[in-house]
């Protein structure tokens, strides 16, 4: 009797085959791109099948050979052109994900998970001399295999300078959004399924769905599920963003929202903005950002702003 867990590993296996025939081969439209991302972001088992199927095909480079034979054929309306030989090559393709422990249920488990806490940071070095860095209260899962490279953040922030290795991109996950290195030094941040990519070095591609957004050095997106928002920044300004790597945060007219939200990614001991009037009011500087009452003391000495301290609270007001 079939097992259980092969009849699911071949069943995502057909769907992930269907998916990439269509794109190689069909009229692949941005509602095509939108049901494969819901799909993959159903389930890590979808992904690992997917991309693994992505990159044994790539890397054999018969997709190229087969669409050329493809536009060389006579094409009859009346007959729908018959594909058994991207079937047979993709069920071949395919033995590779399901023969491992019955399908993908063996892909993901093998990959390591990564966690920093409130405050924390953590670097981390892979097999293949790339480099993660994690900033606070972040959680990530690397998938390293000799045909993929893949990540998933869970949540938080993470800096990444990437290996380039042509015959296995680098994909990171976040909310649904996959963005691929191409040779490449950029940051991903996961707030709640806003997810920001900036990109310091080298090129990477930006996919939520629709038409891929091929990023360049300066270039920072911000994505949300219904939005997407593409600027280009100075080196100047990424850099204090990436403050966090030096472990302080930098405030340019920054309003004491916004400080308190920034603050409160890296203490336990929470900025409470109580004034509403006041939560308007712009500030600059350089903190650590592990010493929220560093800024409380400004707060109250400079700003004239009244500073109360309640248990695991600095509560701010005029």
């Not at 007959?79 to 030989?85: D, G, M, Q």
């Not at 293949?128 to 990540?151: A, F, H, M, P, Y």
């Not at 920072?220 to 100047?236: E, F, G, W």
């Amino acid at each position: 009797m079939t097992s259980e867990p092969l009849l699911y590993a071949q069943d995502v296996n057909a769907r992930a085959t269907e998916f990439l025939e269509r794109r190689e081969f069909g009229d692949w439209t941005d509602i095509d791109e939108g049901e494969l991302a819901a799909w993959l972001g159903e389930s890590k088992a979808h992904c690992a099948a997917f991309w693994r199927l992505e990159a044994a095909w790539d890397r054999t480079h018969r997709l190229a050979a087969l669409k050329a034979e493809r536009l060389e054929r006579p094409f009859s309306a009346d007959v729908e052109p018959a594909r058994p030989w991207f079937r047979s090559a993709a069920a071949a393709v395919a033995v590779a994900v399901i023969g491992v422990s019955l399908g993908v249920y063996a892909l993901w488990p093998q990959g390591t998970v990564y966690r920093t806490p409130v405050g924390g940071r953590e670097i981390i070095t892979l097999a293949d001399g790339s480099q993660i860095e994690l900033n606070t209260n972040t959680e990530l899962e690397t998938q390293i295999t000799k045909d993929l490279r893949s990540v998933r953040l869970i949540r938080g922030e993470a800096y990444f300078r990437i290996q380039h290795d042509e015959a296995r991109p680098f994909v990171v996950m976040a909310s649904g959004k996959r963005i691929t290195d191409i040779g490449t030094v950029f940051t991903v941040r996961d707030d709640a399924g806003s997810v920001r990519v900036a990109l310091l070095e080298g090129k990477a591609r930006f996919d939520a769905g629709g038409n891929p957004v091929v990023m360049k050095p300066g270039d920072k997106i911000i994505a949300t599920a219904d939005r997407l928002t593409v600027s280009h920044d100075l080196p100047q300004t990424l850099a204090v963003d990436l403050g966090w790597r030096r472990g302080v945060v930098i405030f340019q007219r920054t309003s004491l929202a916004q400080v308190a939200a920034e603050f409160n990614r890296y203490n336990e001991t929470k900025l409470v903005i109580a004034d509403p009037k006041i939560a308007e009011l712009t500030v600059g500087g350089t903190f650590p950002a592990n010493n929220v009452e560093l800024f409380g003391r400004m707060a109250s000495e400079i700003l004239g702003l009244h500073v109360v301290h309640r248990e695991n609270k600095i509560v701010i007001s005029r």
